[in-house]
C-alpha cells in the first residue's frame, strides 16, 4: 500500500488528527498508545518538540497498521528529509512553502500545508498538496471556508485547525471541512493517560455525531 493509499484508509477512518506539540520520547509510546486505542488513525508530532524525530520515530514503528504518523511545523525541506528518514509520512506546515509541499510530494509523503486565502490553497494543490490545513481557523469563519470551498476542486479535503473543541465541529462540518487537526483541547504536555483517553474518547464521539 503506498502512503497515499494509506493516507487515504486512515482518514476515511477518523479525520481528526492529534497534534501533539510538546511531546517528549519517553512518552510517546503511551500516548500513542491511549490515542490508537480510541479511535485515532493520524498523528502528528510538531518539530518544535523535545527531540521530535525520536518520538517521530518511536510512533512509526510502535503504531505501524494502526495510525499514520508523521510532523508538524516542517518548514523547510530540510526537515522533509528529516521526518523521512525517521519513518514519518505525515508532513504538516502552518504555511503555505511549495518547496516543502514538492518535496513531500517527491518523496512520497503526505504534504498537509497551512492556507489562509484561495491563492494560498491553489498554489498548494499544484505543488503536490494531499490535504489543505485552514490554520489558524480562529482567523477564518465557517463563513469563510464555505465560500473557499466553491472554487475549490471537488473532493479537496481541508482541514480547520486551532481553536477546534467538541463543541466546535458541527458548523466546520456544515461548511465543508473534511476533517480537523486537534491541538491543546486534546494533548499538552503532563496530561495524564487517563485524561487524554477522556478528551480522545470526546473528540470521536462529537465526530461521530456530526
Known amino acids: 500500500m503506498t502512503s ?5 484508509t486512515a ?19 503511551d500516548v500513542g498508545d491511549v490515542l490508537a486505542d480510541a479511535g485515532f488513525t493520524l498523528i502528528e508530532v510538531p518539530l518544535n518538540s523535545p527531540r521530535p524525530l ?33 519513518g514519518g509520512t505525515l508532513i504538516v506546515s502552518p504555511n503555505t ?8 510530494a517527491a518523496r512520497g509523503l503526505i504534504p498537509v500545508p497551512g492556507f489562509q486565502t484561495p491563492s494560498e490553497a491553489f498554489a498548494a494543490l499544484e505543488a503536490g498538496a494531499r490535504a489543505l490545513k485552514l490554520f489558524p481557523a480562529e482567523a477564518a469563519s465557517p463563513a469563510v ?12 479535503a481541508v482541514l480547520p485547525v486551532g ?9 466546520w462540518h456544515a461548511a465543508g471541512a473534511a ?9 499538552s504536555p503532563g496530561v495524564t493517560p487517563e485524561e ?15
Open 179 to 187: 476533517g480537523f487537526g486537534i491541538g491543546s483541547a486534546l494533548y
Open 11 to 29: 482518514f476515511a477512518a477518523m479525520p481528526l488528527v492529534a497534534i501533539l506539540r510538546g511531546l517528549t520520547p519517553e512518552t510517546a509510546d
Open 196 to 210: 487524554l483517553a477522556g478528551r480522545a474518547a470526546a473528540f470521536i464521539a462529537a465526530y461521530k455525531a456530526l
Open 163 to 171: 481553536g477546534i473543541s467538541p463543541t466546535n465541529l458541527a458548523p
Open 97 to 104: 512553502n511549495t518547496s516543502v509541499i514538492s518535496a513531500a
Open 54 to 86: 525520536e518520538s517521530i520515530a518511536r510512533l512509526a514503528k510502535r503504531l505501524a497498521g494502526r495510525a499514520l504518523v508523521g510532523a508538524g511545523t516542517v518548514l523547510d525541506v530540510a526537515a522533509v528529509e528529516a521526518v523521512a528518514e525517521s
Open 145 to 156: 471556508l464555505k465560500a473557499i470551498r466553491t472554487v475549490l476542486p471537488a473532493g479537496t
Open 4 to 8: 497515499a493509499q494509506s493516507f487515504d
